[in-house]
């Protein structure tokens, strides 16, 4: 068992034998300490689920899922959804969103997130960069730095859903978000995969990740799917599972398949518009997917929440 960042032995323990974040907790660079941990659960106790969305293999689509989980969260006018960007090197959420160009504003409660819709927020560090083009050429203290940041100086205000959207792997990103919101609580990890097994493999690592590091697991998106015709309807295999694709490792390792999303070129579309997918094709295959797979995370969080309560 992982004994903690904080702990004497993080990094040396035999369970740390590994571990992908040996080196970083043994060197001591692991951890806020007590003050920023208090400083950071006043900030955020006004968020009630947090959800990581992660992969250890990139060019899955975890910034597409973030993108569609927060419009698609955000469709109940009622909920209060935050979207952050943590992918330092790669901010595409602001194009995703229809917010490229746009930029933070400081008020006298801190950053002001930058809204898309009345009900849904969005913080990345494309937000200050002078250019989508500039290129963030930062090493790992920086950019733990700025994660800090985004969690300690945004007014995120009263939000139901905090969508965390990472860069692949499992290194100094992956856990400075996960150290920093031990100060509140973690409901849990979306992992994205695609059905081949190049990707499959860096999925375990980060389901490994998970494990080691406490984080619950929410469930596993397999994305591109398939491919549905929109003209005939038939189903074609782009990236063939030749290993069993995701459902075949969720049921080896005892995770939950929260859905596959096919391949619909109106994804990419969408995207690369800054609109919602959802709304954008409603009767798509993979819009019924989605919506599958976002109501079957709203009941984790909520039936997550419940059981939290209770052992308060």
Avoid at 9 to 38: F, K, S, T, V, Y
Avoid at 42 to 59: F, P, T, Y
Avoid at 173 to 178: F, K, P
Avoid at 259 to 265: A, R
Wanted: hydrophobic share 35%; aromatic share 4%; glycine share 10%.
């Amino acid at each position: 068992e992982c004994p903690g960042t904080g702990s004497a032995q993080a990094g040396r323990a035999a369970a740390c034998q590994g571990c992908p974040n040996q080196g970083l907790c043994a060197a001591g660079a692991a951890g806020p300490d007590a003050a920023e941990l208090a400083e950071l659960r006043e900030r955020l106790r006004a968020v009630r689920h947090k959800v990581l969305v992660l992969s250890g293999k990139g060019g899955v689509g975890k910034s597409t899922l973030s993108a569609v989980l927060a419009h698609g969260l955000a469709a109940d006018e009622d909920k209060q959804v935050a979207l952050l960007d943590i992918d330092i090197c790669g901010p595409s959420i602001p194009k995703m969103m229809g917010l490229e160009g746009e930029q933070v504003h400081q008020s006298g409660s801190g950053w002001s997130p930058v809204y898309v819709e009345e009900n849904l927020g969005v913080m990345s560090v494309g937000f200050l960069l002078g250019s989508p083009d500039d290129a963030v050429i930062w090493r790992g203290p920086k950019k733990n730095g700025l994660i800090k940041q985004f969690l300690r100086d945004v007014d995120w205000g009263e939000v139901d859903y905090l969508i965390v959207d990472t860069p692949p792997g499992t290194s100094d990103e992956h856990l400075s978000i996960v150290q920093l919101l031990s100060a509140t609580h973690i409901d849990g990890a979306v992992i994205v995969t695609t059905p081949q097994e190049v990707s499959l493999q860096d999925v375990r690592k980060e389901i490994n990740f998970c494990h080691k590091v406490k984080v619950p697991i929410i469930g596993v998106v397999e994305n591109m799917s398939g491919f549905v015709c929109p003209k005939c309807k038939n189903e074609s295999q782009i990236f063939p599972p030749t290993t069993g694709g995701a459902e075949k490792m969720c049921q080896n390792l005892n995770v939950s398949l929260l859905g596959k999303v096919p391949l619909d070129p109106q994804i990419g579309k969408s995207c690369d518009s800054g609109q919602s997918f959802l709304s954008e094709a409603p009767e798509s295959p993979a819009t019924l997917s989605y919506r599958n797979i976002i109501q079957r995370i709203q009941e984790y969080c909520e039936q997550h929440h419940f059981q939290e309560e209770k052992i308060i």
